[in-house]
């Protein structure tokens, strides 16, 4: 790379040439407009973080019905909520990994069933409270509680007891977790004075920024934290939540200079607003998938010769082109890819028409079979229905359509009816997304999905340490799910965002979107 | 008493009547609607247990009649209840959505109804002849158009391109009046190019169909100018008709904006009813739906007294 190129870069990033004339030189150079903004924010980020200044954010999904609750946060603008004005024990790094929070130091027994987490010291709550190993419990303790409404509530019932000991957190289990430490890191179990067991939706923690203004829905404004423990978190002086659940609002405001970024830019104009000149979108890979989703119980699904006939009908390549629009990667039918720690790929399911005819003579299943979506069971749902209807087709399978309305899709259709199109977020480990969805006994297993041997593998690889043995049983509970299971996955999205030059410091992440939505604490407005 | 007191009567203890029998339809509507309230709060993330612990606390298992007399009876005393998913009280989230919506209203308002009449008159002034051809063609076509496409057109030219207005709606209270009127120029035109057509037209039609009357012509013969006639003969006598469209026009700028409010962001009543519906809060679901029937039915008592108040026929009955 030239260094013209390079010296221009870090004019740009000094605000002594503006980004549109830099992109123009870099152009002139030879130089593809991908690879000249990823220069220019990578000059940008060396020039490090400025304080101060306000971020305005524009997000999607968030709604006047939302509660201050930490427990009952449901989507991202409660989540972003959570993650500004509290903080868990740990967090989740960019590597997969976790770094340590209100937790200094976490370790646990030989055989992974007690675990410690030491408190930092020092921390103190917005009202000048400080932060003991005793709220950390009775916080646990809410949760985990029998009358607990909270999105956690799954994710701690291994836990047999807890205790507090001086600046310690205990968690005895049942059985096993290696990963336990990657629940704590969960949006929901955000530390409050006594666990917010007095007033639950009162939003005092010990989080980077202190929440000034609130209107559920609509805005949030926050203070920086002066108090807070990590100099290093936290850039701007004050941020503003504005929740815009319109796409095309959403993205207006950006182009207009309203918000500094966005959440979720629909694929479809994800490349148009790319080439806007002053903002950058970031597609960036999720564990996060699309699916459809077969009662593997039901008739006629709990046919395997039906079930793989329609695995093998669907054209994956073809989704990630037509409903990502390129914005994500070709799935396998199972709910794990790349962005796991542990994942081990295997052969690549392909569309296969033949295949798919013979499985399906084989299943012996006569006439259609009905296919249920909404529009908000992913975004292009209804397309991605009509795609694989097209695909099955080809291969004499006759599938129909039937579209059911957004509202009430998730507590009439999606868990209730055998064959339905869905989504699934991402989870940190495999072992979260297996336990959450595909376990025998799990709550949410829409796929009904009973298999033994799966359960006996899942349970194992939880207290087994050696990593290399684990890698193999996660490979393994990956083809039983693939060659067994109830679920097409076609594709794995990727989160896209748009943020404005007018902000830098955008980074890797693991989780959600918006840098796992940290990106306005972790960005910075340029000076 | 007063023939015209009696009718006004009247229709205060009809449109009472009618608010009872809307509330008890809102009621019965809510409760048949697909969907259980614990499972949408929780959405995906729901189990059994925290399902069956929010239902208790909830008292989603108490019979419908009771929960409707209890509700009936909270109302009438000023109490519209608490949000069942976020547990805010209602009166004052609604107080606030309520005044946003007024406000952007009242902004339309003052400016389409005195330019819809203005235009009508000189439609009518210029009869079949280029300006009321031009009128008539621009305030169908934009009446034509779907209001979101004309709030992303004007969000394109006038903030995007031109930067002049802020494509996103948003007022607080620590706004000034101006600001705030900047911040709601969008939406405001967007509604007005909207209602502008209909009432226009009637306004038109309505001078018209006066002008065919004789008294007319008697003021054409004593000379007078063509749009004093229009403006002092017909227009009164056609006010009926359009102080019935140009109520109607308001309703819907108060009712019917969910659109516009989700295009421009804007916090209003529509938009927080459709939050609440599609999380089966029944009580705000509930508390929206009668408002805005309570608006709707004022609204129309007003065309209705205004009507009754300027035909002197009505006002002094032989």
């Known amino acids: ?527 | 008493m007063n023939p015209a007191l009696k009718l006004i009567a009247q229709r205060l203890a009809l449109g009472a009547l009618l608010l009872l029998a809307v509330s008890a339809l809102i009621f019965a509507g809510t409760q048949i609607l697909p969907g259980d309230v614990a499972q949408s709060i929780l959405g995906q993330s729901a189990t059994p247990e925290s399902l069956a612990n929010l239902r208790e606390e909830l008292g989603l298992n108490e019979p419908a009649l009771t929960r409707y007399f209890d509700w009936l009876g909270g109302i009438l005393v000023g109490d519209l209840g608490t949000a069942l998913t976020s547990g805010a009280d209602i009166s004052e989230a609604v107080g606030k959505r309520l005044s946003a919506t007024l406000f952007l209203a009242s902004v339309a308002a003052v400016i389409s109804i005195p330019l819809a009449i203005l235009l009508g008159l000189v439609a009518v002034r210029y009869k079949d002849r280029w300006p009321d051809k031009l009128i008539s063609a621009s305030t169908l076509a934009s009446i034509s158009l779907p209001e979101f496409f004309i709030g992303y057109l004007l969000i394109v030219f006038f903030a995007v391109n031109l930067g002049w207005f802020p494509s996103l709606a948003r007022i607080n209270d620590g706004m000034s009046f101006f600001a705030k009127l900047e911040a709601v120029f969008l939406p405001a035109l967007t509604l007005t190019l909207v209602v502008l057509a209909h009432m226009m037209r009637m306004t038109r039609a309505a001078i018209l169909n006066v002008m065919q009357s004789a008294y007319i012509e008697t003021a054409e013969l004593k000379g007078l100018g063509s749009f004093k006639i229009i403006a002092r003969h017909a227009f009164p006598n056609a006010i009926a008709p359009i102080i019935n469209v140009v109520m109607l026009n308001m309703a819907y700028l108060v009712v019917g904006v969910v659109v516009v409010e989700v295009i421009f962001n804007y916090p209003g009543m529509g938009q927080y009813l459709v939050d609440h519906v599609s999380k089966r809060d029944v009580p705000v679901v509930q508390a929206c739906g009668l408002i805005f029937a309570a608006i709707y039915i004022g609204l129309n008592l007003v065309a209705d007294v205004v009507s009754i108040l300027t035909n002197p026929r009505l006002r002094h009955p032989k």
Not at chain 1, 158 to 187: C, Q, T
Not at chain 1, 326 to 338: E, K
């Open chain 1, 1 to 527: 790379m030239s260094d013209e190129l390079k010296y221009l870069a870090r004019m740009a990033a000094a605000g002594r040439l503006n980004r549109r004339a830099f992109m123009g030189r870099a152009g002139a150079l030879g130089v593809s407009a991908g690879l000249a903004g990823t220069m220019l924010s990578s000059a940008v980020y060396a020039q490090g973080a400025v304080k101060g200044g306000t971020i305005r954010v524009g997000i999607q999904g968030g709604s006047s019905t939302d509660s201050l609750d930490p427990a009952l946060a449901t989507n991202a603008t409660a989540a972003m909520l959570n993650k500004l004005w509290g903080e868990c024990l740990v967090e989740l790094n960019a590597d997969g990994g976790l770094d340590l929070r209100v937790a200094e130091e976490y370790s646990s027994s030989p055989n992974a069933q007690t675990w410690t987490f030491r408190i930092r010291d020092g921390i103190t709550f917005h009202n000048g409270q400080p932060l003991t190993a005793e709220d950390v419990l009775a916080t646990m303790e809410r949760h985990a509680g029998e009358d607990s409404q909270s999105g956690a509530l799954g994710l701690l019932q291994g836990i047999d007891s807890m205790r507090a000991e001086g600046r310690d957190f205990i968690i005895e289990l049942g059985s096993p977790n290696a990963d336990l430490p990657y629940l704590m890191s969960d949006y929901h179990l955000t530390i409050q004075p006594n666990g917010g067991k007095d007033d639950p939706a009162n939003p005092i923690g010990s989080g980077p920024y202190v929440l000034k203004e609130h209107e559920a829905g609509v805005r949030t404004v926050f203070e920086k934290n002066a108090d807070f423990w990590d100099a290093d978190l936290g850039n701007a002086e004050t941020i503003e939540l504005l929740v815009i659940n319109d796409d095309t609002a959403r993205v207006a405001a950006l182009q207009s200079g309203q918000v500094h970024m966005a959440n979720r830019v629909p694929p479809r104009v994800a490349s148009l607003v790319g080439r806007a000149p002053n903002l950058t979108v970031h597609s960036e890979p999720s564990a996060g998938h699309y699916v459809f989703i077969m009662h593997a119980n039901t008739a006629p699904f709990d046919n395997k010769d039906l079930r793989l006939a329609l695995k093998y009908a669907i054209n994956r390549e073809e989704m990630v082109e037509k409903i990502l629009f390129g914005n994500g990667s070709v799935g396998n039918d199972t709910p794990i890819n790349a962005a796991y720690p542990l994942f081990e790929a295997m052969e690549q399911r392909t569309y296969d028409p033949e295949k798919a005819a013979f499985h399906f003579r084989e299943s012996g299943h006569e006439g259609s079979i009905l296919l249920r979506t909404s529009d908000n069971s992913f975004p292009g749902a209804p397309d991605a229905s009509q795609l694989f209807q097209q695909s099955a087709a080809a291969a004499g399978i006759t599938l129909d359509i039937r579209r059911e309305p957004n509202d009430g899709y998730w507590s009439e259709v999606w868990n209730n009816q055998p064959f339905c199109t869905s989504y699934w977020g991402g989870r940190p480990t495999q072992d979260m997304m297996y336990s959450t969805a595909y376990l025998s006994t799990a709550d949410w297993n829409d796929t009904r999905f009973f298999n033994e041997q799966f359960d006996q593998l899942l349970v194992a690889a939880r207290g087994e340490l050696n990593q290399d043995t684990r890698r193999q049983m996660y490979a393994d509970m990956g083809t039983i799910v693939s060659e067994e299971g109830g679920l097409i996955c076609p594709m794995f999205n990727n989160y896209i965002d748009a943020t404005s030059d007018e902000v830098a410091g955008w980074g890797p992440s693991k989780g959600f979107d918006l840098m796992n939505y940290m990106a306005p604490m972790k960005m910075w407005v340029v000076g």
